[in-house]
């Protein structure tokens, strides 16, 4: 399975933005992690295949993981922005049978204030 994370850039400090990942095959539990400069790579948000969400508490309120199981596409639409949310963002998938993990390239979200 392949990942293809996409929909990084620049925004403004309290704007929104949404990054889709999208997978070449059926996945599991699928996940965003984030890694800012300097800093250790960190879970953001993850979703399982039936729908169960969670958030790192840094996100909660802001940020909304969703997926589309036909499409095999996760969304992770972040609202009120802000430059410590600038980092790498990465998509992470388990395979259906939950025993392999997958991992889509970086993409770049830059806040600025």
């Known amino acids: 399975v392949q990942l293809q994370a996409s929909g990084g850039g620049l925004v403004q400090a309290g704007g929104s933005l949404s990054v889709p990942c999208a997978a070449s095959?059926?996945?599991?539990?699928m996940a965003w992690y984030r890694q800012a400069p300097g800093k250790q790579r960190e879970l953001v948000a993850t979703?399982?295949?039936?729908?169960?969400?969670n958030y790192a508490d840094s996100v909660k309120g802001r940020f909304t993981i969703s997926r589309d199981n036909a499409k095999n596409v996760a969304y992770l639409q972040m609202n009120s922005l802000r430059p410590e949310d600038t980092a790498v963002y990465y998509c992470?998938?388990?395979?259906?049978?939950?025993?392999?993990?997958?991992w889509g390239q970086g993409t770049l979200v830059t806040v600025s204030s």
């Open positions: 095959g059926s996945i599991g539990t």
């Open positions: 979703i399982t295949r039936g729908g169960n969400k």
């Open positions: 992470s998938a388990r395979n259906v049978q939950g025993n392999q993990n997958y």
